[in-house]
């Protein structure tokens, strides 16, 4: 079974501030998905990243897949009170037929 | 980008009674499409995986008799709720694989109230 660990599990920042979501494991994904959710809607997409190492930027938010594609972190530069919402990262296995999702980082941006 | 849509977006049906949740993939073909259960506040609890043309595979403590899914086509998934109960009740998300590719792509979620 194929576990991915997301901390932290609840932020609550300052308008302004950095923050960095992190999800690791112990295994190997083939691709790992970040995603947003705003309560009573589904996951919407972020970015997917792929390569060993990559690093994908979406504006103020930056992706990082872990070199053994094992961990993904986001980081967020100063932080706007829209982005407050439910973080998931979520591992496809190599077989492409499993998606492991993190237990998901609440976030709450204060103005 | 791909869109996956779910029908109905919320439900209410009476305790006993089954209920059957659509999910769509509306501009591409799904060979893998996936059924989630989200409680408030908590992360995605993954149910089982379809794909078309087969049974679906069954996450561990999940009751294949008491939700039926069907994979008829490589555009729709389907998730019967059979004799539901109260504790049937959540938010039900289904997700879907574009090809062979590496994203998943989620539907808007349908709400089941069983009363």
């Known amino acids: 079974t194929q576990l991915l660990e997301q901390s932290p599990q609840f932020l609550s920042i300052q308008e302004g501030e950095n923050l960095t979501v992190y999800c690791n494991s112990s295994s190997v994904f083939s691709s790992l998905q970040w995603y947003r959710q705003e309560p009573g809607e589904g996951p919407v997409l972020l970015v997917t990243?792929?390569?060993?190492?990559e690093v994908k930027k979406l504006k103020r938010l930056t992706f990082q897949f872990g070199d053994a594609r094992k961990d993904s972190s986001l980081h967020i530069t100063a932080a706007q009170p829209g982005d407050t919402g439910l973080y998931l990262c979520a591992g496809l296995n190599n077989a492409g037929n499993m998606l492991t999702f993190g237990g998901g980082t609440r976030l709450m941006v204060k103005p | 980008g791909a869109v996956v849509s779910q029908h109905p977006s919320r439900v209410i049906c009476k305790s006993g009674t089954s209920v059957k949740i659509e999910c769509r993939s509306l501009?591409?073909?799904?060979?893998?499409m996936f059924w989630y259960r989200q409680f408030p506040k908590q992360s995605l609890m993954l149910m089982a995986t379809s794909n078309e043309g087969s049974k679906a595979t069954y996450e561990q403590g999940v009751e294949k008799d008491k939700f039926l899914i069907n994979h008829a086509s490589l555009t729709l998934s389907t998730l019967t709720v059979t004799s539901a109960h109260p504790e049937d009740s959540s938010f039900y998300i289904c997700?879907?694989?574009?090809?062979?590719?590496?994203?998943?792509?989620f539907g808007e979620g349908s709400w089941l109230t069983v009363v």
């Open positions: 997700s879907a694989r574009l090809g062979n590719e590496n994203t998943i792509y």
């Open positions: 501009d591409f073909q799904a060979t893998t």
């Open positions: 990243v792929v390569t060993g190492g």
